[in-house]
């Protein structure tokens, strides 16, 4: 009987011993694996709570839930930097578009407001005051705003604006007109008054939910009022089209450098009084292997735009040097 009641004692404490072990040691390393599980599914707020007393398994738990603090404020701080602009501390476009899509706010009207002369504005008075003329330019279109409206940075020298309800053809002028109004008077910065000239391409109405084709659209009317030299301009649907057949063209232009495809065709030059031919004017034609011959009237614009054309010039000027040269060879 006493072997019986000894070996029920010690089962009874290796019973005990092994709860311990349980919920002092093995419960939270079992609880550390689930935090460590839902941490990784994405859960940045996982923490452990324990009052073990063990200082290996309570350093183990301490040092996990330093851990996932840390992990949440680094996401916070990258969600943070991708959301808003560092410059402005508007919204980035990233942080617009998701902004507008959270809050479903993808039926109203988008205006896309470029900065004409920014680019003279960095060269003439420096990178630096380019960034205050930013700063205070969002700062003006700030103003502007009421509760419906929400306002980001979305290109080096774009902003957009977004008012989320529907409008009549009478607010859409008179928005426009107040950001025109907004920069009547010139920026202060430092020791110089700058004047800013802005265009707007104005989306009123898109099929699709993505914000991202709503600012495709604005920026497509925006760069269209720009080369156009007008203030407002509204966004439809052939733009698109024709915006993407001047970059096929664009491409297209591009391998016709690449392949040497630009030839120079000669117009005679007639002395009136004479009636005698005294010279050639080379005119730059294109045989593209793709597109057949293109018309000067529909590349040279393209090209022109896309800086390209003195590139087409130069072959146009091996060419004649060629045909020159081998002319004369020929006793011509």
């Known amino acids: 009987m006493s072997s019986l009641a000894t070996a029920l004692l010690i089962m ?9 072990v349980f919920e002092r040691v093995t419960s939270p390393i079992i609880d550390t694996a689930d935090a460590a ?3 990784a599914e994405g859960d940045l707020q996982a923490q452990i709570t324990t009052n ?19 992990l949440d404020q680094s996401f916070q701080e990258l969600h943070k930097q991708i959301t808003y602009d ?18 479903a706010c993808t039926d109203g009207t988008l205006y896309v407001i470029g900065l004409n002369n920014f680019k003279r504005i960095n060269l003439t008075h420096g ?29 080096a020298d774009e902003f957009a604006l977004m008012r989320c309800k529907d409008a009549t053809e009478y607010d859409f002028q008179l928005m426009a007109s107040r950001l025109q109004q907004a920069f009547k008077t010139p920026i202060p910065v430092e020791q110089h008054r700058i004047r800013v000239d802005i265009s707007i391409g104005i989306v009123r109405s898109c099929p699709t939910t993505e914000m991202e084709q709503w600012l495709r659209k604005g ?33 297209h232009i591009r391998r016709g450098i690449a392949n040497n495809e630009f030839v120079p065709y000669y117009q005679p030059i007639v002395d009136l009084d004479t009636d005698r031919i005294v010279g050639a004017e080379a005119l730059a034609r294109w045989h593209s292997s793709y597109l057949g011959l293109v018309s000067p009237i529909e590349f040279i614009p393209i090209a022109e735009d896309s800086g390209l054309i003195n590139e ?5 000027l091996f060419g004649a040097c060629r045909d020159g040269m081998r002319g004369i060879q020929q006793g011509l």
Do not use: P, W
Not at 52 to 70: C, G, K, P, S, Y
């Open 37 to 39: 599980r839902r941490l």
């Open 12 to 20: 009874v404490i290796a019973i005990l011993v092994a709860v311990y």
């Open 86 to 103: 560092s410059l402005t501390h508007l919204y980035s476009r990233v942080g617009f578009i998701d902004t507008l899509e959270h809050h």
């Open 52 to 70: 073990t007393r063990i200082h290996e398994t309570r350093q183990l738990v301490e040092t996990f839930n330093d851990m996932a603090l840390n």
């Open 312 to 316: 087409i010039g130069r072959q146009i």
């Open 219 to 251: 920026s497509i009317a925006l760069s269209l009022a720009q080369k156009e030299k007008i203030a407002v301009n509204f966004y439809q649907e052939q733009m698109s089209t024709e915006h993407q057949r001047k970059d096929e063209m664009r491409d």
């Open 127 to 155: 990178h630096h005051i380019g960034d205050k003329v930013l700063n205070r330019v969002a700062n003006r279109l700030n103003r502007l705003l009421d509760s419906c409206e929400i306002l980001g940075r979305v290109a």
